[in-house]
T-cell receptor
Framework: KQEVTQIPAALSVPEGENLVLNCSFT??????LQWFRQDPGKGLTSLLL?????REQTSGRLNASLDKSSGRSTLYIAASQPGDSATYLC??????????FGKGTRLSVIA | DGGITQSPKYLFRKEGQNVTLSCEQN?????MYWYRQDPGQGLRLIYY???????QKGDIAEGYSVSREKKESFPLTVTSAQKNPTAFYLC???????????FGSGTRLTVV
């Protein structure tokens, strides 16, 4: 059964810093990996979707990489801003089964 | 604009009551999903449906029921058999299980 782990559980950084969030998964036979953002009390907003054949995806200040063989993905946020403060969730799709989620990393960017 | 609408935003349930959470999408997606979110536990899958008139149990289906009579709608009923229903419930949809998901804004259910 697929398991997804996100480290660290919480992270606090000063504004302007570059940072990396980590995601690992136990079964490397995935179709895709998706990163989401969740603000308190809100639904999930999709940030980046990486197909299994891809190595990375970029959107603005965000870059997500995927290393399927080692079961790892990273989300890189450049020049962090207070508006980036949120919980970031990683989820993987394996076969014909729905997304399996990690527990998330709660990010605080301090002005 | 296309999207997913969940209602109500807040719902209160008395002991022994069944309540139904609504999820409607106009994205023409075939697949729809219900997840439950508890503090510190991440999202856990309750039920999912890949096509109309068909659905499958997720990891925590006990005490819940669903129907998929229309492509656009996937309501979730929290029955009295669910002993600890207080949680944040999220509905999502996708073209298929290997495509990106779109989420609704969630329903917060509280037992009173």
């Amino acid at each position: 059964k697929q398991e997804v782990t996100q480290i660290p559980a919480a992270l606090s950084v000063p504004e302007g810093e570059n940072l990396v969030l980590n995601c690992s998964f136990t079964d490397s036979a995935i179709y895709n990996l998706q990163w989401f953002r969740q603000d308190p009390g809100k639904g999930l907003t999709s940030l980046l979707l990486i197909q299994s054949s891809q190595r990375e995806q970029t959107s603005g200040r965000l870059n997500a990489s995927l290393d399927k063989s080692s079961g790892r993905s990273t989300l890189y946020i450049a020049a962090s801003q207070p508006g980036d403060s949120a919980t970031y969730l990683c989820a993987v799709s394996s076969g014909n089964t729905p997304l399996v989620f990690g527990k998330g990393t709660r990010l605080s960017v301090i002005a | 604009d296309g999207g997913i609408t969940q209602s109500p935003k807040y719902l209160f349930r008395k002991e022994g009551q069944n309540v139904t959470l609504s999820c409607e999408q106009n994205l023409n997606h075939d697949a729809m999903y219900w997840y439950r979110q508890d503090p510190g536990q991440g999202l856990r899958l309750i039920y999912y449906s890949q096509i109309v008139n068909d659905f499958q149990k997720g990891d925590i289906a006990e005490g819940y029921s669903v129907s998929r009579e229309k492509k656009e709608s996937f309501p979730l009923t929290v029955t009295s058999a669910q002993k600890n229903p207080t949680a944040f419930y999220l509905c999502a949809s996708s073209i298929g299980p290997t495509y990106g998901y779109t989420f609704g804004s969630g329903t917060r259910l509280t037992v009173v």
